[in-house]
């Protein structure tokens, strides 16, 4: 990531505030009553049953691809905050804007690990058995989001934007959720759509 960084700025003027906002995170969700890792007793990179207990424990699951949208979504809106109002953002370089979409990820994290979401994610989702996030899966999502955001800052417009309908077609494919599902569902259940996701 050596080019989202000015060379005159040392590396912990962005880093610092990155790891003091994943660290603050895991630190609020673990003061929540979150678990560290799966109750399992295992740690696996991948866990791909959406239906399970296991699902969001391990350090990436299908739900992993939609924070890496997220990183696309977060580099789109802070380049044109910074492409639009230069005057006020003129400061608002790829690092800061790095920084700024882990603040927004890792408060995203946190609230998503409140009772109020998971309650909700359980009676209008196919999430039956949600429960939380686990800390190690939490963190892993901030990461991933990151690496989103990375291929954003390096890839032109219409890459960008193939890959985001590509994973969003790809996962809505294989367990009929996905970012987009997932919203609408949380905002609006839609009764046709919660039937086609239980396979109806």
Same mark, same amino acid.
């Given at each position: 990531?050596?080019?989202?960084?000015?060379?005159k700025?040392?590396?912990?003027?962005?880093?610092?505030?990155?790891?003091i906002?994943?660290a603050?995170?895991?630190?609020l969700? $673990?003061?929540? %009553?979150?678990? +560290?890792?799966?109750?399992?007793g295992?740690?696996?990179? /991948?866990?791909?049953?959406?239906? @399970? =207990?296991?699902?969001?424990?391990?350090?990436s699951?299908?739900?992993?691809?939609?924070h890496v949208?997220?990183?696309?979504?977060?580099?789109?809106?802070?380049?044109?905050l910074?492409?639009?109002?230069?005057?006020?953002?003129?400061? $608002?370089?790829? %690092?800061?804007? +790095?920084?700024?979409a882990?603040?927004i990820?890792a408060? /995203?994290?946190?609230?998503e690990? @409140? =009772?109020?979401?998971?309650?909700?994610?359980?009676?209008?989702?196919?999430s039956?058995?949600?429960?939380?996030?686990?800390?190690?899966n939490?963190?892993?999502?901030?990461l991933?989001?990151?690496?989103?955001?990375?291929l954003?800052?390096?890839?032109?417009?219409?890459?960008?934007?193939?890959?985001?309908?590509?994973?969003?077609?790809?996962?809505?494919y294989w367990?009929?959720?996905?970012l987009?599902?997932n919203?609408?569902m949380?905002i609006?259940?839609v009764?046709?759509?919660?039937?086609?996701?239980?396979?109806?």
């Open positions: 990531m050596k080019d989202f960084f000015q060379k700025q040392p590396w912990w003027v962005y880093g610092l505030p990155i790891i906002f994943i603050t995170a895991a630190l969700e $673990l003061m929540m %009553g979150r678990v +560290l890792i799966c109750e399992c295992d740690i696996k990179f /991948w866990h791909g049953v959406v239906f @399970s =207990s296991e699902n969001s424990q391990h350090i699951d299908w739900y992993s691809i939609s949208i997220h990183g696309f979504l977060f580099y789109l809106l802070l380049w044109l910074a492409k639009k109002f230069p005057r006020y953002f003129s400061w $608002l370089t790829p %690092g800061w804007r +790095l920084v700024i882990v603040l990820e408060a /995203w994290e946190v609230f690990n @409140s =009772s109020i979401i998971i309650n909700r994610y359980r009676e209008v989702t196919i039956l058995d949600y429960f939380g996030d686990s800390v190690l939490s963190m892993s999502d901030i991933y989001m990151m690496f989103g955001f990375y954003a800052h390096r890839e032109q417009v219409w890459v960008s934007v193939a890959l985001v309908i590509a994973l969003e077609l790809f996962v809505g367990i009929r959720d996905n987009t599902l919203i609408i949380l609006h259940p009764d046709f759509v919660l039937k086609w996701q239980n396979g109806g």
